[in-house]
């Protein structure tokens, strides 16, 4: 047993899979830091309730398209906690079009915010996790980083690329013994597929092999597998939550 608390850093964590991942976290005894975008109310709310029942949760705000932000909130996490033992990339957005009416625009938002946030959050932390000697870092990708989807190219491409990012830096980190995964959630209720009417929701479930939406917690839960001890010998892998859609 380490004798000391350790620390983790889950971008996006004021709503949705986000949300989870901190609560889950918190209960397994991290300090957990989220971070957020916009609302700083709804954070605290989140931070508050979860302090009230014990738990050590700090928001922070950071924009995880910006190198300034990332590096600055990552800097004090580690000043004000002394370490960083787990990242969790789980910030994303999408801005769906087909690719006849998806501007450059569209393209560069999503892949800055999905790819190159991701990147730029492994590189501020992989120092400290080196001279720790010890880190987790856990990419939330998509199915669709494995499968495509039409009207999707800017974000499965940007899940795919969290994909060969996750391999190659589970290559040039193992040496230090820092573990690097990913998950790719299926179909889960959140506000980003709140966007979907009832007959595509339908649509999606017939097709999945559970043949239903997974909560938020679900992914959280493999989530914990990844920051935790039970997954010592595990790294450079992708691990689809998604009811048995991507078989
Ligand atoms: N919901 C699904 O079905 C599903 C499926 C596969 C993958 N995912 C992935 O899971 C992750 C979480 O998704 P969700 O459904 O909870 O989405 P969500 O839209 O509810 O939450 C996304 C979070 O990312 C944050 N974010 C977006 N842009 C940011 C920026 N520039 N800086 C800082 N934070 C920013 C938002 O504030 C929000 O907290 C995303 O990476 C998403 O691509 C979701």
Not at 185 to 200: A, S
Request: a neutral charge; one cysteine or more.
């Amino acid at each position: 047993m380490d004798n000391f608390q350790k620390v983790a850093l889950v971008t996006g964590g004021s709503r949705g899979i986000g949300e989870a991942i901190v609560k889950r976290l918190a209960s397994d005894g991290f300090i957990v830091y989220g971070t957020y975008n916009s609302s700083p109310e709804k954070a605290e709310a989140i931070a508050e309730s979860l302090r009230s029942d014990g738990k050590q949760v700090h928001f922070k705000k950071m924009d995880i398209s910006s190198d300034e932000s990332i590096r600055a909130g990552i800097e004090e996490i580690v000043a004000e906690s002394g370490r960083i033992d787990v990242l969790v990339n789980n910030a994303g957005i999408t801005k769906d079009t087909l690719l006849m009416r998806m501007t450059e625009q569209d393209w560069d938002d999503v892949l800055n915010t999905n790819l190159k946030g991701a990147f730029l959050c492994c590189k501020a932390v992989a120092r400290p996790m080196m001279s720790q000697r010890a880190g987790r870092i856990i990419n939330i990708s998509s199915i669709v980083g494995l499968r495509g989807n039409a009207g999707q190219v800017n974000y499965s491409s940007s899940k795919a690329g969290m994909i060969g990012l996750t391999k190659s830096l589970a290559q040039e980190l193992a040496s230090r013994n820092i573990l690097v995964n990913c998950i790719a959630p299926g179909y889960i209720e959140t506000d980003m597929t709140d966007k979907l009417n009832d007959d595509q929701r339908k649509a999606f479930a017939d097709k999945i092999p559970l043949k239903r939406a997974a909560k938020p917690e679900e992914v959280a839960n493999v989530v914990s597998f990844f920051a935790n001890a039970d997954s010592t010998y595990v790294t450079g892998q992708v691990i689809a939550v998604d009811g048995g859609l991507a078989m």
